[in-house]
């Protein structure tokens, strides 16, 4: 526009330029048609004044009269411009009348009053100015002629006269006249050139000014053009224009290039919707959704908002494109949250930082009944209280606040007005300041898990036998008795209870009745106890109770002894009649312990000192007794050494037929040379090597000894005589048993007649069925088998009719006091009544007298051994006894070797 409006100033401004030259040589044509008019005028009048003269003629007077006046009236006009003051209308009349074209007249007149002393224009005028007294004169000329022609006609020498004035006025008019036509005619042509050249350089200086404001302006569009290029290239979003009608790209910006990975001019020409993957362009609104596919494949979900628009006549779209890759991303893990949110199955509750709920999920809506939007605007804690009644403290939130998590058990509310037990988790979401933004909380329903726990809680303090407490709870129980007992002075005792022989009660019934007799054992400690008291089943036949709040230590006996013989009182258990005895340590506090385990373990060694030294009866505990208890472990580390040690050996005690004194056989005895205690007997390391499980490993020790030894003693050529060795329960049940047996006899290349096993009758009953397997096995081996300890087991004689049983050993105890205890003799001749019966051969143990040694000879035993024939031997002194020509014995019987 600016433009626009400058060439149309350039034009006008040329225009009002020609126009005003024009008018100028309007005036200039003007000045020169009247000085034209002037100059014939002016001659007109001197050829007519002339002819005049001549003639006399009246119309050659009037024709001078009429130029004259024309000359009369243009100079009136010019007098009247130069005197300044001038009517314009007269003047303008004067010089019309005069002849000049009126278009010139006011140019003429603004000439003359402005310019009378312009070049030209000067010369001119006084030019016009000194003929004016001349031409006076030709009128007065005119009127003498006149007057002299009134009178008559003129004299030849007046006509002659006159004539010559009138040439001479000529003379002097005409150079001047023709002198100011030329003024004016160089006048007109000087100004025509002042008026080309002014014209000229206007209309060149306005054409410079037009071209500089054009340039201004151009720069100023480029620049602005720059700025947009910028913009267009710099938009985070990209922009495509493209064609309406053929969907051709016209242009496109950097960020477009950049996201379809190619140059922005490349896309020039490139179809639109080709940029797009197939397909997946789709409306949503007033845009559409699509995913925008680079040329190294990427992929990216672009936003295009598109309108159109045109470029000179051609419709355009003009499509922007925003990324929303990170927000269709964000939307499907809002979505998967709120899916995950439903689905899962503990209620979950989100509240804003006043605690007031804004969501909660499925489950929640299940576990408590409470619709969202009942629970809105209402405070979660509102519905809860901790386990005794009061409000969530407000500890729970100042943790939370800080970062942590708090999980807690509460009594919650569900919609019908019903409790229940939760377990509330609450964490928080802050904000970058870390202030609380939301509360989460999750709920779990324990009521189930909370019955489960008590259940388990119960099982875990009660042992499920008997219902007595268990060790854990016992120990429990024992503290809370110390810390009172501590607090008022008072003393406490905890009593170990141990049944004498339960195991053979076990091995004799069966569990089922060992069972019920722990519960009905259970039921008599039960029976005894105050309301302090606690009785725990700490193993299978161990029983401890805690006596709280007592005053003297002789309570604590004198329950040990209502107790004892509560317990011997006999026990009916199904059809059989069981007596039990037990035994009881004791140990108090303050005086022998501080502390549950210190108290629990003195007690047990006490325990052990009773049973040991009497049964049926109890003992308090003393410092001593702890000292054997501790003995008793550090033994159980030296076994685990012996073997490797190879601190074992063995002893050997000679089995005498007693109707001829000679030895028939020898039984292999376990000896432990201990490095700081000296020789130990079987009976101190026996029983733990079986609690131990390292009974198998001694047995199978003595099986590869007692071989090597018999070889041994065959290589010296000793007599060949049977070889007894005793085996325990586990080793001989164990169903590797035959096969080491075998491979013992295989290396050692001895003859299994050679062999003799001794088994327990207890063992025998607690291995059942399998024994008879496995004697079987012994008997078709050739291996023979002595039931060990007869008559000491509470079985029948059941077992005896198992086949392979070739001797019966009866047990010292029934050997002890006989001949003099009638009882012991009745059952002697019982025993080898029904041996002889079975056609098994007897052999009695531990005779230490000759009168033992007479009865038995008498009441038909075959064999016997004991300390009145040998001890145990170390092989050399059996060698020695064994030898063709043994040096007399100072024993009481004369051994005789076997034959
Ligand atoms: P047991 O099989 O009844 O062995 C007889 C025990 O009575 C032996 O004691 C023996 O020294 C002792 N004795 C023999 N005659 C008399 C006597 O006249 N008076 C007295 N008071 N005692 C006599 P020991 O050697 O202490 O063995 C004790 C128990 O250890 C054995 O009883 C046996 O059951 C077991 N035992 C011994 N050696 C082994 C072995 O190698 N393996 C296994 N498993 N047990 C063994
Ligand atoms: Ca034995
Ligand atoms: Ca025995």
Redesign the pocket.
Known sequence: MPLAYGLAAVVGLVLCLTWGALQVQVTLAGFLNGESLWSKAQKQAVIDLTAYARSGEADRLEGFRRNYQVIRTDRWAREAIDSGHYDKHAVADAFRRGGVIPAAIPGMIFILDHFAQAPYVGEALSDWRSVDTSIDELNTIADQLQRAYAQGPLSPEEAVRQRTRIDVLNNFIQPRSDDFSLQIALGAAWLGKVLFISVLLTALLASLLWVRMAQRILAGIRGTEERYRLLFDSAADAIVMVDEVHGRILGANRTAGTWSGRDPHGLVGMNFHDLFVEGSMRSAGSSTIGLLRAANGLVRTVETHSNLTTWGTQPMRQAIMRDISDRVAMEQERRIAAEALASVAEGVIIADSERRVTTVNAAHTRITGYTLQYLQHHRFDELRRMADGSPLPASIWDMVAEGGNWVGEVQSWRSDGSSYPELLSISAIRNSEGRVQHYVAVITDITRSKADRQRLEYMVAHDPLTGLATRSEFQRHCAQAIEAAGRISGAAAVLFVDLDAFKAVNDSYSHAIGDRLLVKVAQRIRRELGEQDVASRIGGDEFTVLLGGLRTREQAGQFASRLLQSLSEPMLIGDYEIVMSASIGIAGYPLDGADPVTLIANADAAMYAAKTQERNTFRFYTPLMHADARMRLMLGADLRQALIRDEFHLVFQPSVELRTGRIVAV?A?LRWRHPERGELMPDEFIPLAESLGLIRRIDAWTMRAVCAQIRQWDEAKLPPMRV?L?ASAATFGHPGFIDGVKQALQASQVSPKRLLF?ITESAILRLGEATEQTMHALHALGIGI?I??FGTGYSSLAYLKLSGIDYL?IDRSFVMDLPDSANDVAIVEAMLAIAKSLGMCTIA?GIETAAQHEFLLRAGCAEGQGYYYARGLPPVEIERMLSPNPRHEPSRLRLVPPK
């Open positions: 039984e005895l007894a005793n001794e002595a060990d300890d050993k143990e």
